[in-house]
């Protein structure tokens, strides 16, 4: 079992976490949610030719880098502590379907970053579902792609990223039993490596201002009404990060581990992120609860991943079916 | 040696020599007996003090053996509990700040159970903000003599030894004019007596010293440096009570995951789902102490973040005696005789705070983790740059 990064990872996630907070600093975010298309095109054009990110984990027979999970978790830690707006984490988990399903034609497109892609979850709901070229749906053990067809944008709670009802269907791309039933497992590990970065995020913001906040002439970090809550954040964090090092490495070299493994990043992870984004923006005061801070963005996102892949209690209950109980 | 040959060695000679018998907890005069007796067996076949310094009579290999020998025995209880202290805080603090003198002196007896520690830092008016202690060490001819009283002590009512925290001068402020000393347990004017706790065993004692000698030479570290020596063994024990030395496995326990889901009813939806809460719990801290283990393989020191998981055992503690004793309803708190189901879960839900408050409660648990791993502002402090006679206690000024 590998629970702590390697050099190689590091280095990885200090150029991703380098890039965005050059390219795409909160500022930057709330300019992107605000325009027309949602994100900005340049960052995720960046984010794909400079850094390769959306061919991460495709193959490299299909012009991919064949990073492992262990990797991907390690990027989208950054991109949600970021809170990166744009088709990211969509065309993610349409690479990750495809890279199980064992596609051929639909994955270089997405590796060369020419190709947004997203996947029909339940309700025919879709991350990025109005401005993806392709929409990928699961119909039993095979996946469907459809270019077109009826896209209705939706009102989302987190304004960082935006969710259509799309139309599944087209034509069958690739089949695999095995291979879907993975790619479902291996979603929920990619949602909770992004829910450890909003996590972390949420929990360094307000320990920076814990430490700068004044109150009865004393910095409020000193309060142990304070203090404490971040210690039992922080105890969330660390249990966090260890449960997805678990997931990505079940998920690239103990695949039998990886249902459970999975489930328990959902289960877990997916409920303590928001509450360390709510308590975040709590702690911060009047303040967190303005429009201009940036704590409502944190706990919105929280929220919306913590829902994204079903009500919670299916991961519990996933849980529960893989313990036998 | 190959790591896996070591361990098939290590689970051979666990098979052929681990008492067959559960052991629970601070035996009595025979239980000791056995105890040491099996402790020196341990030590001959080389498995006691595995990373310790070969000099001083440990094993000098690495934590990767001590993992796999643990992972061994964890599948038995062993009679370990008396020597807990010792190998745990006591042991590893000689080791670290003791003179050769004093190593070579006191770990090899320790390892091989010949002679039981205990350590005494902990006193009535000194609980979590124990360098407020008043143990007096006051300086006379070839030594000390100290007066005072110590409380929360395991195993002293079998111990030999004894790492001493008392105060040498009142004069400088609190944590400067504390020293660490190495007291013999049956020296003239220790008197031990048992504090029976909440689950109406004695797990600790009380220690009255009335006048005790103790020689030069068994001053650990410098006179006066007693705090910084202290810290040392504090973060030994709490890296101890996270790694479980001497605590035994979940093996045993009646309120763990592992033995409620075949002791209640999992066709209720309610009660399924407060189990893979549990689960969750149980799962998420047994992967963080991992991540932790392998970081310090990896030469990342926890430090501090020791402190997070402790708390994270202690609630964790906590919540699954409250949930087991809650399933399992009326059964928990009323039962024929001593034992069975019944007596397992009553002891639990007594025994549960214990892990909240000792070593640190959790308060301070949170403040390590806020101060130390968050660099959050400290609280201010009106103790620290004033004399410790002028200090305000609980029971009026000291003397």
């Known amino acids: 079992m590998k629970l702590v990064l390697t050099t190689e990872q590091q280095e990885l996630r200090q150029a991703v976490r380098g890039f965005l907070a050059a390219a795409s600093p909160l500022p930057a975010v709330r300019a992107a949610m605000e325009s027309d298309g949602g994100h900005d095109p340049d960052v995720y054009r960046r984010l794909n030719g400079e850094l390769g990110l959306s061919g991460l984990i495709v193959p490299e027979e299909h012009g991919g880098s064949g990073a492992g999970y262990a ?71 095979r996946v469907r792609a459809l270019r077109g067809g009826e896209r209705t944008p939706l009102t989302t709670l987190d304004p960082t990223r935006r969710q259509a009802l799309v139309e599944p269907g087209g034509d069958v791309v690739a089949a695999s039993a095995e291979g879907i039933a993975r790619a479902r497992d291996l979603f929920a590990v990619a949602v909770a490596a992004e829910q450890l970065g909003v996590l972390r995020a949420s929990l360094e913001a307000i320990v920076a201002y814990g430490k700068v906040r004044v109150a009865f002439n004393r910095f409020i970090g000193s309060y142990q009404g304070v203090k404490h809550r971040l210690a039992d954040m922080h105890c969330k964090l660390e249990q966090a990060e260890s449960i997805v090092r678990h997931a990505a490495w079940a998920a690239d070299e103990a695949p039998d581990e990886l249902a459970g493994a999975a489930a328990l990043a959902q289960a877990y992870v997916g409920r303590a992120c928001f509450e360390v984004a709510r308590d975040s923006l709590l702690l911060h005061g009047g303040i967190g609860f303005t429009w201009e801070h940036d704590a409502h963005l944190f706990y919105k996102r929280a929220k919306a991943d913590e829902v994204l892949l079903g009500p919670p209690r299916i991961h519990r209950a996933r849980l529960a079916d893989l313990l036998e109980l | 040696m190959d790591l896996e040959d070591y361990r098939q060695r290590a689970r051979a000679w666990l098979e052929a020599n681990a008492p067959g018998d559960r052991a629970e907890g601070t035996p009595d005069e025979n239980g000791v007996a056995a105890a040491k ?18 000099r001083w009579g440990g094993q000098g290999l690495t934590q990767a053996e001590e993992r796999a020998f643990a992972a061994e025995a964890a599948r038995f ?15 590893p603090t000689l080791v670290d700040l003791g003179t050769d003198e004093q190593r070579g002196r006191f770990i090899r007896p320790l390892l091989r159970g010949e002679e039981i520690w205990c350590q005494l830092f902990s006193e009535p008016g000194a609980g979590s903000d124990v360098a407020a202690l008043q143990t007096r060490a006051t300086a006379t001819d070839g030594g000390w003599v100290v007066d005072g009283q110590k ?74 440096d007693g705090w910084s020596c202290a810290v040392t063994t504090l973060l030994h ?27 209640v009813d999992t066709g209720d939806p309610v009660v399924r789902d407060q189990l893979v809460e549990l689960y969750v719990r149980s799962r998420a801290l047994a992967l963080f102490n991992q991540r932790l283990a392998q970081e310090t393989k990896a030469g990342i020191f926890p430090g501090a973040r020791g402190s997070a998981a402790k708390l994270l055992l202690a609630e964790l503690t906590m919540f699954q005696a409250d949930l087991a004793t809650s399933l399992a309803g009326p059964e928990a708190v009323a039962y024929p005789g001593e034992g069975g189901a019944g007596g397992g879960l009553a002891n639990a839900i007594s025994l549960a705070p214990a892990m909240a408050l000792g070593g640190g409660t959790n308060e301070i648990m949170r403040n390590i983790v806020g101060e130390r791993v968050l660099n959050l502002p400290p609280e201010p402090r009106t103790d620290k740059n004033v004399p410790f006679k002028d200090l305000k206690t609980s029971g009026g000024l000291p003397s």
């Open chain 1, 71 to 141: 990797e991907l978790a390690v990027v989208l830690e950054e991109t949600g502590a970021a809170l990166l707006p744009g088709p990211f984490l969509a065309t993610t988990l349409a690479a990750i379907l495809l890279r199980e399903a064992g596609d051929k034609e639909l994955l270089p497109g997405i590796a060369d970053g020419s190709t947004v892609a997203t996947v029909v979850l339940d309700g025919n709901r879709a991350l990025n579902g109005a401005e993806a070229d392709v929409v990928l749906s699961i119909d039993g053990d």
């Open chain 2, 237 to 263: 024990e709490r890296l101890s009570i996270s790694s479980g030395v001497g605590m035994g496995g979940q093996k045993d326990n009646p309120v763990a995951f592992e033995a409620l889901r075949t002791s």
């Open chain 2, 37 to 54: 007796a099996f402790m020196a067996k341990l030590y001959d076949a080389g498995y006691s003090g595995i990373t310790w310094p070969q």
């Open chain 2, 151 to 224: 409380v929360w002590t395991s195993v002293a009512q079998h111990a030999d030894r004894g790492l001493l925290l008392a105060r040498t001068d009142v004069e400088v402020p609190k944590h400067k004019g504390l020293t660490m000393f190495v007291v013999d347990m049956h020296a003239p004017g220790v008197t031990v007596r048992p504090l029976r706790d909440m689950t109406g065993r004695a797990h600790f004692n009380e220690i009255f010293f009335d006048g005790v000698h103790i020689p030069a030479e068994n001053v650990v570290g410098r006179v006066g």
């Open chain 2, 77 to 91: 209880t062993l009679p370990t509990y008396v020597f807990s202290i010792g190998l745990g805080m006591c042991g």
